[in-house]
């Protein structure tokens, strides 16, 4: 099957929906952030918590499956995995800038590659080789460029950030809930609940955060990268701020809450590594809607380096070409749908 007909298929356009919203939240936040002055935790967390509650709402009453989601452990996991993905990339852009962290982030496909391998038995071939080894030296080179090259911390949280990512896309690939939600109400539901924890998640962390300081003041202070996080954290306060509430209820409904739905919906229908190929193209979906916010003065919009740039091009086209390679050989290939029970239709 050509590549073109997988783009075409439901779950290749949903993840084509969910890189378009995920470079409008990206842009928006870095706008939230920079020039409407909002603590940036406070904003995703609440962002989070509003998405949840706003996809409960539209899921409905009459079915038991937003308690099972909130009692199943992956529901947590995923919340836990996407608080520390989330830390370690702070960390991480105190010694690279934000353009190289972005790029890095694709690491996650490599891992993702060998953890379906090691859980699912979705063994590689060697139709994946020509793909992935371009993928492999194009980050090779980006990390290379960095100061310290594989010495570098930064490289190191990068990859335990990639890690939580790959492992986030892996567990929602196999949440039963996931697989059960077969209607849009009880996708809605399922991924509501999800967002919903996570949220909770990013709040309990400011709390925790907050408490830590009182036993040790020395947290806020100095000039390492955990002082660093605790300042990016903190105050807990901030959750008040009526700027960040209210921009992070308009951003939460019409941004986060349907790239949440689009993710946990995309990555059942398509699988983990063919996800995680067409997120790829997320630094450039972000530089596009980057640059169209700054041609309007929204943004000042930093200028990238030409390596970098033709380094991710390298990545993508590796994606793409091993995407295209396995659509070639398997065919469509669609995660199992397991029917749900009527009540929770």
Not at 13 to 38: C, H, I, K, N, P
Not at 228 to 255: C, D, K, N, W
Not at 261 to 266: A, G, N, Q, R
């Amino acid at each position: 099957m050509a590549l073109s007909n997988f783009v075409l298929e439901r779950g290749g356009v949903m993840a084509l929906g969910t890189l378009v919203l995920w470079a409008f939240l990206d842009v928006f936040s870095r706008y939230g952030v920079l020039e409407l002055r909002l603590h940036p935790w406070s904003f995703a967390s609440l962002q989070m918590v509003v998405a949840g509650i706003g996809l409960l709402l539209m899921g409905g009453r009459g079915s038991t499956s937003s308690w099972r989601t909130l009692r199943h452990p992956l529901t947590w996991a995923i919340g836990v995995l996407r608080v520390t993905k989330d830390v370690l990339f702070i960390l991480s852009l105190t010694m690279i800038t934000a353009t190289e962290a972005t790029f890095l982030e694709s690491l996650d496909l490599i891992f993702a590659l060998l953890l379906v391998w090691v859980f699912l038995g979705r063994k590689l071939n060697i139709r994946d080789l020509p793909g992935t080894a371009l993928v492999c030296a194009a980050l090779t080179y980006l990390i290379l460029q960095t100061d310290g090259g594989f010495m570098n911390p930064a490289i190191w949280l990068m990859s335990a950030a990639a890690v939580c990512l790959a492992l986030m896309t892996l567990l929602t690939e196999i949440h039963d809930e996931n697989h059960k939600a077969v209607s849009l109400r009880a996708r809605c539901r399922v991924t509501g609940v999800v967002s919903l924890v996570t949220g909770l998640l990013f709040v309990a962390m400011m709390f925790v955060v907050d408490g830590l300081t009182l036993i040790w003041p020395s947290l806020t202070q100095g000039d390492h990268i955990f002082n660093a996080i605790v300042r990016e954290v903190l105050p807990p306060s901030a959750l008040l701020h009526s700027a960040t509430m209210i921009t992070a209820i308009v951003v939460g409904l019409l941004l986060r809450a349907p790239v949440m739905y689009l993710t946990f919906s995309s990555i059942r229908l398509i699988k983990t590594e063919a996800y995680l190929m067409i997120m790829t193209l997320l630094p450039f979906a972000t530089m596009t809607v980057e640059t169209v916010a700054g041609s309007f003065g929204l943004l000042d919009t930093s200028t990238l380096a030409l390596d970098d740039v033709l380094a991710g091009m390298v990545i993508v086209a590796g994606s793409a070409l091993t995407v295209f390679l396995r659509r070639e050989e398997d065919g469509p290939t669609i995660a199992p749908v397991y029917q749900e029970p009527p009540t929770d239709r």
